[in-house]
């Protein structure tokens, strides 16, 4: 015979029922005590002054180390270009490279000091 039927058939169909509806009570009672303490985080996480919430931290801490990355590989690659150039023009084969593109990261680095607010940009003096 196939399993979880009594001898009359109605076993199976009488347990599933019953079944289903302790699994409905225990699921509306989990969305209840969800409901509460969500509700209860939002009351304790909404301060007034927070601002636009995690979405918008996150796409502004996302826009600054784009922006901070971007002033790093600019500043190596414009050394890497001028070494290139000078090597090219000078027919001083590595050394050019080499010096512009440790110039260009020192210049990258200071840069990303700058825009990060870490140092003064040097327009106040």
């Known amino acids: 015979m196939a399993e979880g039927t009594d001898e009359d058939g109605n076993g199976s169909r009488d347990r599933s029922s019953s079944d289903e509806a302790a699994l409905s009570a ?23 002054g927070a601002g636009g919430g995690d979405g918008a931290a996150s796409a502004s801490a996302m826009a600054l ?30 050394f050019g490279l080499i010096v512009f593109v440790l110039v260009g990261f020192v210049a990258g680095v200071v840069n990303v000091i700058r825009s990060a607010g870490v140092a003064p940009d040097g327009s106040d003096r």
Do not use: C, H, M, Y
């Open 65 to 94: 180390g784009f922006r901070l990355s971007s002033e790093l590989i600019a500043g190596v690659a414009v050394g890497a270009l001028i070494g290139w150039g000078f090597d090219r023009l000078l027919s001083t084969s590595p």
């Open 26 to 48: 225990r699921l509306g009672s989990l969305d209840r005590r969800l409901s509460d303490i969500r509700g209860s985080r939002k009351i304790e996480t909404d301060q007034p």
